[in-house]
């Protein structure tokens, strides 16, 4: 083989090389917007359609709600995370968080707000909200969402210390305060009694129990099944709208704590 057959033929390995490796890239980005975190990702440098925030989390007996952003992603469909915030003492509770189209959305805000007002706030704010939630939790032992990481992505490069308003967490003594879903289990509400014991000490948290908002009575069953008790998530005309080949699979309705 002649020199100048040599180069083309050391050209020509070098292009495939090159068209292999952007295959394998294209499959690799393909791949991982099949998953929640992939998903999210990709959405996190989209601008924001929507950020908003629960009243219920100002309000300093409750300090509990929803925290809502989504983002536009370039084929036209939003990229949506909410998060449901217990500042008294759990973190973030809750995610639900997938891709779909505008008027999914406007149907989504519609159902949360007839459970909850929800306002507008800056991306700033929610964030600073969401991860001081979170670190707040954490020193009491509990752990956020099986989906939190995952699905904060979605904050990009939205800076908190931008946000100068103080946020305060636990309850108006200070302390951290359990207050039991009306689907926690008594499984779970014991775990939860203990974690405050070991991290908080005796006599340095409140646990306060509801009842079961369905039937009356407590909670002690010790199923963690929502037992058919819908919200937002579980809208069927929702899920046949949204494309199933996007979407890592629906989320828990609600969150599990470590053992």
């Excluded at 904060?152 to 490069?157: L, Q």
């Excluded at 931008?162 to 879903?181: A, H, L, M, Q, S």
């Excluded at 039937?215 to 819908?230: I, K, R």
Aim: contains cysteine.
């Amino acid at each position: 083989m002649s020199t100048k057959d040599q180069r083309r033929q050391k050209k020509l390995v070098k292009k495939k090389s090159k068209e292999v490796a952007k295959r394998k890239e294209l499959a690799r980005q393909k791949s991982s917007l099949q998953s929640l975190a992939g998903q999210m990702k990709a959405a996190a440098s989209g601008p924001i359609d929507r950020c908003m925030i629960s009243e219920g989390l100002s309000d300093p007996i409750s300090n509990f709600g929803s925290i809502f952003i989504s983002r536009k992603m370039r084929d036209g469909r939003l990229a949506i995370v909410k998060f449901l915030v217990d500042g008294l003492c759990l973190g973030v509770k809750d995610v639900a968080a997938f891709v779909c189209y505008p008027a999914d959305q406007n149907r989504i805000l519609d159902q949360m707000n007839r459970s909850e007002v929800m306002v507008d706030a800056s991306p700033a704010k929610a964030r600073k909200w969401v991860e001081g939630a979170v670190a707040y939790a954490m020193r009491f032992g509990f752990e956020p969402h099986e989906d939190y990481r995952k699905a904060e992505a979605i904050w990009g490069n939205i800076d908190p210390s931008e946000c100068n308003d103080g946020i305060t967490y636990g309850d108006e003594e200070g302390k951290p305060r359990f207050v039991n879903g009306p689907f926690d289990s008594l499984i779970f509400q014991q775990r939860a009694r203990e974690k405050l014991h070991t991290h908080a000490g005796e006599g340095n948290y409140n646990i306060v129990t509801i009842m079961d908002v369905r039937s009356g009575y407590l909670n002690d069953d010790g199923d963690d099944d929502d037992d058919g008790y819908g919200d937002w998530t579980d809208d069927p005309e929702l899920d046949a709208d949204i494309d199933e080949d996007v979407i890592d699979g629906q989320v828990l309705n609600r969150s599990q704590l470590d053992d």
